[in-house]
């Protein structure tokens, strides 16, 4: 409650209205319709429960209603909830720490952003996620990570056992190593050998 109505009054001497305060997210989406806003901010964790019912509102409002900028607010970096509040690779949403509250300045211009559709994130919480981020592509023997430059640059299994000077069947097998470590099963759709090289390059 303290967090809410202090946010209020900063909201006021910033100059920005105040559409509702809410002590929870029930119905989130009718109450931002009702009041016609331009930006919501969620607590992580809200009653009843107090665990992540602050990011599945968001996630919901994010649906029903994506022109409404989003910004959550955490006590702790989460870096789970800011990748699924970010997965639709989409703007107009943010989410920052707690802290960050303190600095009137700081604060609005993260509202701002979000409100034109841009994407704000926390120092602490981009450094959780890019730590976090896995690279498959590190887990690859030398062996095989030869095999995978040659397989970017086009080559058969024949060429690239040649240029190797293995065989045949060592090369399928290093393949095959690739392709488990890269996690790429087989579809009937995608050409994990093409996805693979992708991996390889956006590295």
């Avoid at 870096?79 to 699924?84: F, L, M, Q, S, T």
């Avoid at 920052?96 to 979000?114: M, P």
């Amino acid at each position: 409650m303290l967090l809410r109505e202090g946010l209020v009054r900063l909201f006021d001497e910033a100059g920005y209205v105040t559409a509702g305060a809410f002590g929870d997210a029930e119905d989130i989406v009718a109450r931002v319709r009702e009041a016609a806003a331009d930006v919501a901010i969620l607590d992580v964790r809200l009653p009843p429960g107090f665990r992540d019912e602050g990011i599945r509102a968001a996630l919901r409002l994010r649906s029903a209603m994506p022109d409404v900028g989003i910004l959550v607010l955490s006590q702790y970096v989460e870096g789970v909830y800011a990748r699924e509040l970010l997965a639709e690779g989409q703007g107009g949403v943010g989410y920052l720490l707690k802290d960050r509250v303190t600095s009137l300045d700081e604060f609005t211009d993260a509202v701002q952003r979000v409100h034109e559709g841009g994407t704000v994130l926390d120092p602490l919480v981009v450094r959780q996620l890019i730590a976090a981020r896995p690279d498959p592509v590190a887990a690859l023997t030398p062996r095989e990570r030869d095999v995978l430059e040659l397989m970017a640059e086009g080559r058969s299994n024949g060429t690239i056992a040649q240029r190797l000077f293995i065989g045949v069947g060592a090369v399928e097998k290093n393949v095959s190593a690739i392709f488990q470590k890269l996690g790429l099963e087989e579809s009937g759709s995608d050409h994990r050998r093409v996805l693979a090289v992708l991996a390889f390059l956006q590295r």
